[in-house]
């Protein structure tokens, strides 16, 4: 057998889980470490086979914690690295989770959410981590976080989060769930040059010079590897330009602003929305991943019974699209937001929403979706307050 | 006017100095042997790269002049499995203490030690917590005093040459930081070796252990590791346990050769794939028979 290609164009049928895989390594993914979690263990297996053949590396990690810290190591190696996992998981990562964040290290981690707490239900869809991905890890910090809804975004979202995650130099979040990974559906993998990819900026200037957590512009610093002479020191301690310990409250106020002011003042750049209907909506379904294929279907038989229902899908749940909300919370009567955990999203919808249009949740505590007449009977509340 | 230089500065970030370690510490001995190793060794210093965990002993990775990461408490292992496995030109060296690699980080230590990824790590054993301020570790000798063994500690510690052995470790010695000749040879062994490797060096903390045990300051410590120790290379690790009113058994004792994690993969997805993994594996044989 011969090397395979790294970019498999063309027309496949594969669930999400392959799919998010096939992204990954579209994008540049080379290095893969990961511990089997039911409902995202296909991830790992895909990357086990196709990684070799692309000349990377699959590593299976003796727990979820080992499996990301490979991940930040390998990405410091100066190759793009991602690990996938579900609710149990990703509770274990969050410590080094924040570790990402802090030495502004690239890489992607995929939450396939199940149902939970614990255990909960791991072959059974839930959304009920998205909390946890904006605050799991201890300390001040933003994140980015994308909610596939397909089987095809599970491919195309993973290599927007690999281009992010370089962009910014910050660990980025897949937020899929276990219907979207394990969704069989139709997958269009377009040719490699057609596929956008962003890299990390190096620092390619004498090493002397160099300074770790010197930022640009655009608040992130240049990167480089290990071995490649810049004799770098990177520490989860609160550092310096030099990446140098501090312990001055002025350091930790530098630091710690611009590592959330580099994805707030971004945030434009990082959004993504889905819209269908909003232009005259009196009342808008707010909803993400999964969620929002049913609440699709809710829209549709509304507006079949002629009210002014619209759509919005959160690609981008974190950071939260506030300016898009307050808007439409200026001229809506309603937000309605079906999501499968008992109230997360729609808290930052009513926060958005301040008292000037209702927000009415759809809750599930997970286990399955929603059926799309439990949004309807919501929207037929909104249109009778 | 002459700039006065120490002659390690080369390896050492000086402006980092003073360092944060106490009056009496040993792990600044520990450090100043790894230097020695390398600059011995001649290995590519920019390929060389230092990696620990949390704890005393872990602030080693920000003294000296080479790439180092501070990582995680327990982490240090996972991350630098990543980081080799990523870029296998680099020389990977753990440095860390037994809190961090045997308790928090045990898991980690086992596991790398299975698959023997090219690694080496040293462990600076000083049987305490010594950042936090003396709680009783995996290494706390029986009945030994610390803030949460008031009564004297009743868990067993671990042997931690036994450990990383059976855990298949193709390197495994233990000094202390009394014998700092045979602690450079054997860094420099560990760093040379193929696979995981482990030295575990003893050292004293004369605030968090030595103090509360009343086992005097720091040079008593040091009188105690000169005098009290027994050089048994290749004794069984089975049978090196630290226990109170025995010698400290010293040595190396293992030392063998086992395929790494890296030449066991090639070798397998060699028969499955023509490149890239072929031309290297058979760049590998021939490596070997100019060797021999």
């Known amino acids: ?385 | 006017m002459s700039e006065e230089r120490h002659p390690l500065d080369h390896l050492l970030r000086a402006d980092r100095l003073p360092h944060i370690w106490c009056p009496g510490c040993g792990i600044g001995i520990a450090m100043r042997c790894l230097v020695l190793a390398l600059e011995e060794l001649r290995i590519p210093r920019d390929h060389t790269v230092v990696v620990s965990g949390i704890g005393c002993s872990a602030r080693v990775a920000g003294y000296v002049r080479l790439d180092g990461f501070h990582t995680t408490h327990g982490r240090a292992i996972p991350f630098a499995t990543g980081l080799k496995l990523a870029n296998p030109d680099l020389t990977v060296i753990v440095f860390s203490g037994d809190g961090d690699l045997a308790a928090i980080g045990g898991n980690h230590l086992i596991h790398a030690a299975r698959r023997n990824v090219d690694l080496t790590v040293i462990c600076v054993n000083n049987f305490i917590y010594g950042m936090t301020g003396g709680q009783f570790g995996p290494t706390t000798p029986l009945a030994a005093r610390s803030t949460t063994t008031p009564y004297g500690n009743f868990e067993p510690p671990f042997n931690l040459p036994a450990v990383v052995a059976a855990s298949g470790a193709v390197y495994v010695a233990r000094w202390t930081v009394f014998h700092v000749r045979r602690l450079i040879t054997a860094l420099r062994e560990a760093i040379t070796k193929k696979g995981f490797s482990f030295v575990e060096v003893l050292s004293p903390c004369p605030t968090g252990y030595l103090r509360r045990n009343q086992l005097g300051d720091a040079l008593d410590m040091m009188r105690f590791f000169k005098t009290q120790s027994e050089i048994r290379h290749g004794a069984p690790p089975a049978e090196v346990g630290i226990e109170l009113g025995r010698k400290l058994i010293l040595g190396k004792f293992v030392d063998v050769e086992r395929p790494t994690y890296h030449e066991r993969m090639r070798r397998q997805l060699a028969a499955f794939f023509t490149e890239p993994y072929v031309e290297k594996a058979s760049e590998e044989v021939e490596a070997k028979e100019v060797e021999s």
Request: net charge negative; charged share 25%; aromatic share 8%.
């Open chain 1, 1 to 385: 057998m011969k090397r395979g290609p790294a970019v498999l164009t063309g027309v496949h049928f594969i669930n999400g889980d392959v799919a998010c895989a096939e992204g990954a390594l579209a994008a540049g993914c080379r290095f893969f470490a990961g511990y089997p979690i039911t409902p995202a263990t296909e991830i790992a297996e895909r990357m086990a086979e196709r990684l070799p053949e692309v000349g990377g590396t699959f590593l299976q990690m003796e727990d979820e914690i080992a499996s990301i810290s490979a991940v930040l190591g390998a990405s410091w190696a100066g190759v793009k690295a991602m690990t996938a996992t579900s609710g149990p998981g990703f509770s274990l990562m969050m410590e080094n989770l924040g570790f990402g964040y802090m030495t502004e290290t690239p890489c992607v981690i995929v939450n396939v959410q199940r149902g939970g707490p614990s255990t909960g239900l791991p072959t059974l869809v839930g959304q009920g981590d998205m909390m946890q991905a904006r605050w799991g890890s201890h300390g001040d910090y933003e994140t980015i976080a994308l909610a596939p809804s397909s089987a095809q975004e599970m491919f195309d979202l993973t290599i927007v989060a690999f281009n992010l995650s370089e962009k910014y130099r910050l660990p980025v979040l897949i937020m899929s769930d276990a219907v979207v990974g394990h969704i069989t559906e139709r997958v269009i993998i377009p040719p490699e040059a057609e596929i956008p990819i962003v890299n990390r900026k190096r620092f390619a200037g004498p090493r002397g010079a160099y300074l770790p957590y010197l930022p640009e512009d655009d608040l992130v610093p240049p990167m480089v590897a290990a071995g490649e002479g810049y004799r770098v020191y990177i520490t989860g301690l609160t550092h310096d330009e030099r990446g140098y310990p501090s312990t001055s409250p002025d350091v930790q106020e530098r630091l710690v602003r611009r590592l959330v002011e580099k994805v707030r003042r971004n945030a434009h750049d990082i959004i993504r929305l889905e819209e269908r209907g909003v232009e005259d909506a009196e009342v808008v379904l707010v909803a993400y991943g999964i969620s929002a294929r049913v609440a699709y279907r809710a829209m549709e038989l509304a507006r079949a019974a002629g009210r002014r229902v619209g759509w919005l899908r959160l690609i981008t749940v974190w950071p939260f699209p506030e300016e898009r909300l307050r808007e439409l919370a200026a001229r809506v009567r309603a937000f309605i937001v079906p999501e499968l955990n008992l109230g997360q999203i729609v808290r930052e919808v009513e926060r958005c929403a301040a008292g000037r249009a209702l927000t009415i949740p759809v809750l599930r505590p997970g286990g399955a979706v929603h059926d799309p007449r439990e949004i309807l009977a919501a929207i037929e509340e909104a249109f009778h307050v």
